[in-house]
């Protein structure tokens, strides 16, 4: 989602140091972001001199020490996985100004326990965007066990000044986002593991019945499946209640590699470089 905050930021003209260790995957990155202007420029929601100006805005750099050093924020964004986010916020603590807030994307992980990582922890809180992020308008803002009030405030504000709609949560596992939405997507698996109907039976129950944009086992493929089993074993380690527990299936989805949309394949299959969906699916009602 690097891409996308990186996107949202520098359109709304801020100067923006993207950084990853990959040089290939910044490539990826600011390719996308191009591809997201020219988009927005077609359908004349921006006009080509933001495009310009937003990509103007956006320097790609391998180094964290020489990105983050003059930075007034930083967002982190990397995958779920506590030890990697440990370990850059250690490094970003040691190079980034004092005064600096360190942000971070996660959708589950406890900003206290990231906070742990810098000797800041009163300046360390959650910015979780929703994907895709210069689409969707909300960003929840997680407060850590000792962020301050000002922190939140300013970050708030700032989310508001990117024109997203920021709602302020506590800090407990899951946060408001993923708590409710990780065990209907679970249980939906579970439906499909039971063999209470197919692929396509449960997301159009969802969608045609409860008006939901995209059925669960989509939505699942559209996140990742490696992030939903992440986020719900971040929920079973937290609150050890087996309502929690991953499904079976999802767990052998994931052990399979089948990810869903970004390998290809999970409860659907998808046409290589487009969010297509190929009629043939790996499940069918039986």
């Known amino acids: 989602m690097g891409n996308g905050i990186a996107h949202v930021f520098a ?20 390719k996308t972001i191009r591809r997201n202007l020219d988009r927005m420029l077609k359908k004349e929601r921006i006009t080509e001199e933001i ?32 030890e990697l986010k440990l370990k850059i916020f250690r490094e970003i603590d040691e190079n980034a100004k004092p005064e600096a807030i360190l942000a971070s994307n996660t959708s589950s992980i406890s900003i206290t326990q ?27 803002v997680i407060r850590g066990y000792q962020t301050t009030d000002e922190v939140t405030q300013q970050i708030m504000v700032l989310s508001r000044q990117l024109g997203k709609s920021p709602v302020e949560v506590n800090d407990y596992p899951g946060f408001i986002s993923n708590r409710i939405l990780m065990p ?14 197919g692929v396509e039976e449960i997301d159009t129950v969802m969608k045609l019945g409860m008006a939901h944009p995209m059925g669960p086992l989509q939505l699942a493929d559209f996140i990742g499946l490696d992030v939903c089993l992440s986020i719900l074993r971040v929920l079973q380690d937290g609150f050890g209640l087996p309502k929690y527990a991953p499904c079976p299936l999802l767990v052998n989805m ?16 998808y046409i ?7 009629v043939a699916k790996m499940f069918e009602k039986k």
């Open 11 to 30: 359109m709304n003209g801020g100067s923006v140091n993207l950084i990853d260790i990959s040089e290939q995957a910044l490539e990826k990155g600011i």
């Open 51 to 82: 495009r310009d100006r937003t990509l103007k805005n956006i320097q790609a750099m391998t180094s964290i020490a020489d990105g983050v050093g003059e930075a007034d924020l930083v967002v982190e964004a990397a995958t779920e996985n506590l």
């Open 114 to 140: 990231i906070a742990t990582a810098t000797q800041r922890p009163e300046q360390v809180i959650g910015m979780h965007f929703m994907n895709p992020v210069p689409v969707m308008k909300l960003v929840e």
């Open 184 to 197: 209907m997507l679970n249980e939906a698996i579970y439906a499909l593991h039971e063999g209470v109907a």
């Open 254 to 269: 994931v052990t399979a590699g089948k990810l869903g949309k970004k390998s290809g394949e999970g409860f659907y299959h």
């Open 272 to 278: 290589s470089g487009t969010r297509e969906i190929v």
